[in-house]
């Protein structure tokens, strides 16, 4: 029998979601395990990374500024050259828009994860938010098991997520590209750009991100804290229905797909 | 006694004003008594660093010098399922058995009362930072936080500062809570006016350990010769005199005096040490090695190795040179009663002293984290029982340990004050829709959502209930089981000011209601109580009779399926919460109701989920107002507060807990401020206000007026029925001899009518319930 795909969730100092993260990766079938920024040897034999939230470094100068520097995202880049896949969630997905392997269609940072803009909170903010894949099967290869224009739910954790650049072209280029992966929705599937569907003011109301090769993400909700139905608000319709069962409570959410997708991919593309 | 060789301070020959000029000029608040009584119990004049030691230690704060004798009196800790009582520093409920092993639910509750006031943000913060370190340190996983606040009147004379105190505080608990990754998972706010000059910042914490895995706040056995090793962020002279200073009433004059009491935050050093701690957990476990752990909290390094080695009939060594300091020139009291934040020390075995090190210093890298940060070794456990503290190769301290840690107790007088409160006799109102909706505007009934969603609510993935949706806050407490822990905090300061017997007694009752409503049982208590002034007799009044209710409500809402009370096993007393013109906060003992639900998944929010399901009241209306925000929108306060029948609180509590975990309930919501009628709204509206499903109800089940019918805040219940569960639920609620009230339906209709004598004398869509409900809070933060 293969063995499973083995992927490395990277805690740098301040990061606080790796466990989390790493529950979700063995959920989705897959082995793991916590690495410290510190235990970089040897980091090249995973078939997979995930950059976890929190407040790596401290979120120093700027979110995910330093993590970028860190000499572990030498090898990751590398590694993710090589095809293997990276998701970096929030804190995570803020580092790789720094260090610009996302969007990475020029060898430098082309956009940035800036302060919210939301009427209702200065700064942090946590809340339940929709978010709708509009792509095809194809490009990300975290979305293999998402359907085009399905909605899924997930919360938002963040006081900087608001996805922006100067370059007048690149929004267009990401589209044509098919780099955008999801984008606040209503729950019906609904792109409005006013608050509170767009909780942030992120710009044509992105929430993800994939490379042009699409093996790596940067998502700024969090997928991890919406993979099992237990965790899902009352604001949605599959909690609700599975009130009382325990074993169904267990079962995966829709967020889960973005673990079992990269499952996926490891195991065709990978192994 | 012991020797030291510097230099002595002459109490014994010191006349009473020169002591007192002496005690004042190095900022000592030890009484001229209290001084001299440090000579007979050392049996020498003390040295400089000794002096501030006491002054540490018999602070209030630390020595519970007023309250001790009245706790151990009257509040009950024992039960069952008590792990471990309020001794250590945190409290130790049982959660159930897993795989054969007794697992428990760690529990903390304290109070940043002072340095919250003075400096919100990083009182707040370091209030968090604290409380964390409490659950932690007794080698537990921590899973939780919560934070019940008090603030000024937002719309009164010191508006301003009031908001001001108020963003500052919430942006601190969220500035850590956020950083160090635990979720926020419920709290309250009140405002009101006796707190414009002292707000009230509590914190609980929880955390899971399994009984057997449990490391305790003392030396092991046989620890003679074991170290003593101090890790965290390097000390310096933050917080020296935290102590002291939050056992004096707040003056605004000394405020700028009273903010080098404050302790200075460092969630994301604090983010490294919780996971390097756990893995010290994992690496001793797998060793079979015993450890003692406690979190440096109040008086530093002093108070937590006195302590450590004290408990278990041990002495201490220490040299105080070698603590990592960030500061030249600190004196050694400084370094030994700061309460610089983010540091624990150790007793560790010296065979194990290397590992511990390495996992701090190497894996870790304390030391490249934040600047003179480690783990280091400063002292030995020793027989001999007497405390010592070396500087610069002379002792600076040389004590009976037991002199330092016994403390010192004080039987205060009580007298109970005059209360003046009348009912007042108000007209109908004309508009009840109008009324509804300045309830539901309040800034102490409207949605906390711009508070919560500053927090961290979903973080660590461990969600169940997150804040805001039910009554109280769950989590999923351990992986692959089913077990649930269920928290939430309480106390109602107009109640309290009204009576403080009864305001305790709400409080209480009010916790475990709000746990019972999310279907788990209540199955500990902790208490914060605090208080003004205890040297003034009608504030110590106060105090006992709130900690005499708190035990009469624990002992009467007896813990579920036995005779034994619903235990407190952890709290804190925070004294002298007055201003310095003498105006005492309103009394308040803030409860933590802790809950644990078998199966987590039978936990239900207060959102109603269906169209044409029955809504039931359970818990008669009574003309009890007093306090109620009713009174409050008409400038009343009143005098007749809620009043228990004990028997019956409990029947209820515990029928409504085995309602919903039979799954015949579909949403349940606890009567409190507000009212039936704000109970009734806030389960069409939801927590997350995107409720679309009405209700229809008529008031035809009582003969008091209809504002005391929807207003009046008697405890009960409101709860969603589904039809084919009526039956099973009618002998259910008569099995506890409960009566239960049919109140209407849910409805198509997006709207909430309310009728009486087939006469709608309120109809309001839900989106005008929402504007008020989800608008009063930010409006008074704004």
């Not at chain 1, 929709?130 to 938002?156: A, S």
């Not at chain 1, 929430?207 to 909700?221: E, F, H, R």
């Not at chain 2, 003679?224 to 890790?231: A, F, H, L, Q, R």
């Not at chain 2, 800034?443 to 009554?471: C, L, R």
Request: hydrophobic share 40%; proline share 5%; charged share 25%.
């Amino acid at each position: 029998m293969p063995r499973k795909p083995n992927i490395a969730v990277i805690y740098f100092p301040g990061n606080n979601c790796e466990e989390e993260s790493l529950k979700a990766v063995l959920a989705a079938g897959m082995d793991g395990r916590i690495v410290r920024w510190n235990e970089r040897k040897g980091i090249e034999k995973y078939d997979g990374f995930i950059i976890p939230g929190g407040w790596g470094y401290e979120d120093r100068i700027r979110a995910g500024v330093i993590m970028a520097k860190d000499p572990v995202f030498g090898i990751i880049r590398k590694e993710a050259e090589n095809g293997k896949p990276v998701l970096g969630i929030c804190n995570g997905a803020q580092a790789l828009v720094e260090c610009g392997m996302i969007p990475g269609l020029k060898n430098n940072v082309e956009m940035a994860l800036a302060p919210n803009k939301n009427p209702f909170i200065n700064g942090y903010y946590t809340t339940w938010v929709n978010v709708k894949n509009e792509q095809e099967k194809g490009t990300c290869i975290f979305t293999k098991f998402t359907k085009k224009n399905e909605v899924i739910p997930m919360p938002i954790a963040h006081g900087e997520g608001r996805f922006v650049t100067k370059d007048k072209e690149l929004l267009s280029k990401l589209i044509k590209n098919k780099q955008i992966v999801f984008r606040y929705s209503t729950k019906d599937g609904r792109i409005e750009e006013s608050f509170p569907t767009n909780p942030n003011g992120a710009m044509h109301n992105i929430a993800a991100i994939c490379s042009k090769t699409g093996n790596v993400m940067a998502i700024m909700p969090h997928p991890e804290r919406a993979s099992f139905i237990r965790q899902l608000p009352d604001t949605t319709e599959l909690k609700n229905k599975f009130a009382g069962n325990i074993i169904a409570m267990e079962e995966p959410a829709p967020a889960m797909n973005v673990f079992k997708s990269m499952k996926k991919y490891v195991e065709e593309e990978i192994l | 006694m012991g020797g030291v060789d510097t230099d002595l301070i002459d109490i014994k020959g010191m006349p009473d004003n020169a002591l007192k000029e002496f005690l004042r000029k190095k900022a000592v608040s030890l009484s001229i008594f209290e001084a001299r009584k440090i000579v007979e119990l050392i049996g020498r004049n003390p040295t400089i660093t000794e002096i501030y030691i006491f002054n540490t230690q018999w602070s209030e704060h630390s020595s519970y010098k007023s309250s001790r004798h009245v706790l151990k009196e009257l509040l009950p800790t024992q039960a069952p399922n008590v792990i471990l009582g309020p001794v250590e520093d945190s409290g130790i409920v049982e959660l159930g058995y897993i795989n054969n092993e007794r697992y428990g639910i760690v529990v903390s509750h304290e109070s940043h009362n002072h340095p919250s006031q003075v400096v919100p943000y990083e009182g707040a913060a370091t209030g968090v930072g604290g409380i964390i370190r409490d659950v932690l340190c007794m080698g537990a996983k921590v899973i939780a936080i919560a934070d019940p606040l008090r603030f000024g009147d937002p719309n009164g004379k010191n508006k301003n500062k009031v908001k001001y105190i108020a963003n500052e505080v919430i942006n601190g608990i969220a500035g850590y809570g956020d950083a160090v990754g635990i979720p926020n998972i419920c709290g309250d706010v009140y405002f009101n006016d006796s707190f414009d000059e002292n707000c009230l910042v509590n914190v609980v914490c929880l955390g899971i350990v399994k009984e057997k895995d449990i490391i305790h706040s003392y030396a092991p056995k046989n620890a003679e010769n074991y170290d003593i090793v101090v890790v965290g962020k390097a000390t310096d002279n933050s917080g020296f005199g935290g102590a002291a200073f939050a056992s004096l009433i707040l003056d605004e004059k000394d405020r700028e005096i009273n903010r080098g009491a404050v302790q200075v935050p460092d969630p994301f050093l604090k983010n490294v040490i919780i996971r390097a701690s756990y893995a010290v957990f994992e690496e001793a476990r797998k060793k079979g090695i015993e450890l003692g752990f406690k979190d440096m909290g109040a008086g530093g390094i002093m108070c937590s190795t006195s302590e450590l080695c004290s408990d278990a009939d041990f002495g201490a060594d220490i040299d105080l040179g070698k603590v990592n300091i960030s500061m030249q020139n600190l004196p050694p009291y400084m370094i030994a009663c700061s309460e610089t934040q983010e540091r624990f020390t150790w007793i560790s075995p010296p065979e194990f002293t290397k590992a511990l090190l390495k996992i701090y210093n190497e894996d870790f890298e304390l030391p490249q984290i934040s600047i003179g940060a480690g783990a280091f070794v400063i002292g030995k456990v020793t027989k001999n029982q007497n405390y010592i503290l070396r500087h610069d190769g002379k002792t600076v301290c040389n004590a009976s340990i037991n002199a330092v840690t016994q403390g010192i107790k004080y039987d205060r007088a009580k007298k109970a004050p005059k209360r003046n409160f009348k009912e007042p006799n108000l007209k109908e109102p004309n508009d009840y829709s109008n009324a509804l909706l300045e309830i539901l505007k309040h800034p102490n009934v409207a949605s906390k959502a711009k508070a919560y969603k500053h927090y961290d609510t979903s973080v660590m993935g461990n969600a169940v209930i997150e804040s805001g949706y039910a009554d109280a806050g769950v989590v999923k407490a351990v992986d692959n089981s089913n077990f649930g822990v269920a928290l939430k905090t309480d106390c109602n300061p107009r109640y309290c000011r009204i009576d403080p017997y009864w305001g305790a007694v709400n409080a209480v009752a009010e916790s475990m209601r709000n746990v019972a409503a999310v279907g788990a049982i209540p199955s500990a208590l902790t208490d914060c109580l605090n208080y003004g002034n205890p040297e003034n007799p009608e504030s110590f009044y106060d105090f006992y009779e709130g900690v005499r209710g708190i035990a009469d409500a624990a002992k009467n809402l007896n813990y579920k399926g036995t005779k034994y009370p619903v235990p407190v096993i952890s709290g804190n007393v925070s004294f002298y919460n007055e201003s310095g013109s003498g105006k005492s906060i309103d009394p308040s003992p803030v409860i933590a109701c802790i809950g644990v639900l078998k199966d987590y998944s039978k936990a239900i929010t207060m959102k109603i989920k269906k169209e044409k399901s029955a809504l039931f009241l359970v818990g008669d209306r009574k003309d009890e107002l007093g306090g109620s925000v009713y009174y409050d929108i008409n400038n009343e306060i009143g005098a007749v507060v809620p009043i228990m029948d004990f028997e019956k609180e409990r029947n209820m509590i515990y029928a409504v807990i085995d309602a919903i975990n039979a799954g015949l309930l579909l949403s349940c919501h606890d009567i409190s401020d507000g009212g039936l009628a704000t109970a009734i709204s806030e389960m069409v509206m939801g927590g997350d206000a995107d409720g679309e499903i009405g209700a229809e109800i008529a008031l035809d089940f009582t003969n008091l007026r209809s504002d005391k019918a929807l207003f009046s805040e008697t405890s009960g219940f409101v709860f969603e029925v589904e039809g084919k569960n009526l039956e099973k639920l009618k002998i259910l609620f008569k099995f506890y001899k409960i009566n239960l009230i049919e109140l209407g339906k849910t409805t198509k209709e997006k709207n909430l009518a309310i009728a009486k004598n087939s006469k709608k004398i309120i109809n309001l869509p839900i989106s005008k319930l929402k504007e008020a409900w989800t608008t009063g809070f930010a409006e008074a933060l704004e």
